[in-house]
Structures are given as structure tokens and as C-alpha cells.
């Protein structure tokens, strides 16, 4: 979503989009723990393979795109700040 369409939202949208977003960072957090486990799990099980490192790719695509989804917050705060909502 761009910044241009967070002025678009009414107040409504704007929250519930906020918390889904917030939402959606406690399902990656247990996303990247859970395959960092399966990684660590393989590598004592069977040492180092190539399914050993797939989960930690998985992660790396998770955390790429919470990053995205965290720019996407701070600007969901700031329009949420100019309307004088929180």
C-alpha cells in the first residue's frame, strides 16, 4: 500500500489496518522461531545439509518482509498522529 492511499482511509480502515499489521508481527516472530528451531534441530539430528539451511531461507524471506511491514506501520502512525488519533 502506498502513502498516497493512507489519506484515503477513513479512521476505521486506517485501525484496522494498523492492527493487522501489529497482528501479523507476532505470527512472524513465531514463524522465524519455529524454522530457526527445525535448523538448529537438523543440524545437531543430521549436521550440516542442505535441508539443514532451507528453513533459515524461509526466515530470511519472513524477516525481509516485516521489514517492509514495519516502514508500512511507521507510516500508518505518522497518518494516524496528523489526525489526531493516537
Known amino acids: 500500500m502506498k502513502t498516497e492511499n493512507l489519506s484515503e482511509l477513513n479512521d476505521q480502515e486506517l485501525l484496522r489496518k494498523l492492527k493487522k499489521i501489529r497482528n501479523?508481527?507476532?505470527?512472524?516472530?513465531?514463524?522465524?522461531?519455529?524454522?530457526?528451531?527445525?535448523?538448529?534441530?537438523?543440524?545437531?539430528?543430521?549436521?550440516?545439509?542442505f535441508f539443514t539451511f532451507f528453513p533459515l531461507i524461509l526466515a530470511y524471506i519472513v524477516v525481509r518482509n516485516s521489514t517492509n511491514n514495519s516502514i508500512l506501520e511507521r507510516e500508518m502512525q505518522k497518518e494516524l498522529k496528523s489526525r489526531n488519533l493516537k
Open 24 to 49: 501479523n508481527k507476532i505470527i512472524d516472530a513465531t514463524i522465524i522461531g519455529f524454522t530457526i528451531g527445525i535448523a538448529i534441530y537438523g543440524t545437531v539430528k543430521n549436521g550440516f545439509e
